[in-house]
């Protein structure tokens, strides 16, 4: 079975504050995403890497940075933390397979920032 | 910009009854079209996908309808039950190679009442 583990379930920080998201993934997938999860507008892509040392900008990338230095290891940085930027964090990792793909998510992030 | 429209936005169906959920969509160049189930506390997983040379897909209770005349496609719930409860989001895929993304939904709350 895939697992996806991010490393907090829960995370309160203060408004200014670089706050560090992991995600670890067990399956050696190529792809990883991170979105953000708000009620009414569904999950928004902010970054996602198809290897080491990849990546590339989803639809929301503003404020945010990612760093892959492992395959398994997908980290999503916020450099100063705002409060517009409390929400859930999702992790996904996905196979590229024979045209039906798969994204595994992990079980979130919920950030407050005050 | 909104590449992606779902309907409804929550839903509440008796036990045993038939839950229809649909998303329309503007980017022709989608050719991948799954959905994904959600349960509170956990990441979405993926439920069923269909890919455009189909008009339809059934996987037990689960069926996808594809129009891709009218750009839309929609799921249902057959014999719905409360164990379905949870929320649901279209995600077709843009870009059917490696490096294509998911674009989510609003996402439809479903409850399925006893």
């Known amino acids: 079975d895939v697992k996806v583990t991010q490393s907090s379930r829960y995370l309160v920080k203060r408004t200014g504050e670089k706050v560090f998201l992991e995600c670890v993934q067990d399956m050696d997938h190529e792809n990883m995403f991170w979105y953000r999860q708000d009620p009414g507008l569904g999950l928004r892509l902010i970054y996602f890497?198809?290897?080491?040392?990849?990546?590339e900008k989803g639809d929301i990338p503003e404020g945010y940075s990612v760093s892959r230095e492992k395959k398994e290891r997908f980290s999503l940085i916020l450099e100063s933390a705002s409060t517009n930027q409390t929400s859930m964090y999702l992790c996904a990792s996905e196979s590229p397979g024979t045209g039906f793909f798969k994204q595994y998510f992990g079980p979130g992030t919920r950030l407050t920032v005050t | 910009q909104q590449q992606v429209k779902q309907s409804p936005q929550s839903l509440i169906v008796q036990k045993g009854g038939i839950s229809i959920i649909n998303c329309a969509y503007e980017?022709?160049?989608?050719?991948?079209f799954p959905w994904y189930q959600q349960f509170p506390g956990k990441g979405p997983a993926l439920l069923i996908a269909i890919r455009p040379d189909v008009s339809e897909k059934k996987e037990g209770r689960f069926t996808i309808s594809f129009n891709k005349s009218a750009k839309q496609f929609s799921l249902h719930i057959m014999d719905s039950q409360p164990g379905d409860s949870a929320t649901y989001f279209c995600?077709?895929?843009?870009?059917?190679?490696?490096?294509?993304?998911?674009?989510f939904g609003q996402g439809t709350t479903l409850q399925v009442k006893p």
């Open positions: 980017n022709t160049a989608f050719d991948y």
């Open positions: 995600a077709p895929k843009q870009g059917s190679s490696n490096t294509g993304k998911l674009i």
């Open positions: 890497s198809y290897d080491v040392k990849m990546k």
